[in-house]
């Protein structure tokens, strides 16, 4: 599962919303199926590909989707 909060952007909502799912790590890439998307319901049942770094101080994905 996955929630945004406020990123400090101007104009943004505290809550920018949530998505979960399935998610696993394939050739180096960060593949996440979506089992419910708040911001796109159509992207329900489709997967996004992306990079990521993991380290002591946390984990994060990113990238533009690659499937």
Known sequence: MCVYFDDHRPN????GGA???TF???DGK???????YSWDTTHVG???KMDY????????QYGKNKL
């Open 12 to 15: 943004r909502k505290l809550f």
């Open 19 to 21: 998505c979960g799912g």
């Open 24 to 26: 696993e790590i394939i």
């Open 30 to 36: 960060y593949i996440e199926g979506h089992d419910f």
């Open 46 to 48: 489709q997967s996004t």
């Open 53 to 60: 770094k993991a380290n002591e101080n946390g984990f994060e």
